[in-house]
């Protein structure tokens, strides 16, 4: 009997130990907002080609090309809106995606975004 209080004794105290070695359950970063990715508003950038764009918020900010895509970056006091244009087949390239962040980086909505951009100076 004593030899099979001592295992049960010794099996209690090798899970209790192990119970210590549990990994947390990850928890979100406390601040950090989710901002989902719709194209709900983007309705006047999506599929604009360049000349769209630059009669939409006025001449870029930045012009980065690479290939047959190309970058146009739009700046205000409010946000950073980066529109990329991919030509599909022998089509002019068009924008498929667009990303918005506010001048310290930290996240925008991008909707947001590209109405604040459209009331900078230079744009309509």
Do not use: N, W
């Amino acid at each position: 009997m004593k030899r099979f209080s001592t295992r049960l004794a010794l099996a209690g105290s090798l899970g209790l130990g192990l119970a210590g070695c549990a990994v947390p359950a990850a928890r979100p970063a406390v601040g950090t907002a989710v901002i989902p990715f719709t194209s709900v508003g983007l309705e006047r950038v999506l599929g604009q080609d360049a000349a769209g764009l630059i009669r939409l918020f006025g001449q870029p900010d930045a012009d980065v090309r690479e290939g047959g895509a190309r970058k146009l970056q739009f700046e205000s006091g409010i946000c950073v809106l980066d529109a990329y244009l991919y030509p599909k087949g022998s089509d002019a390239p068009k924008v498929t995606y667009v990303d918005a962040r506010e001048p310290d980086g930290s996240t925008i909505d991008r909707a947001s975004c590209v109405a604040a951009l459209t009331r900078r100076d230079g744009g309509r």
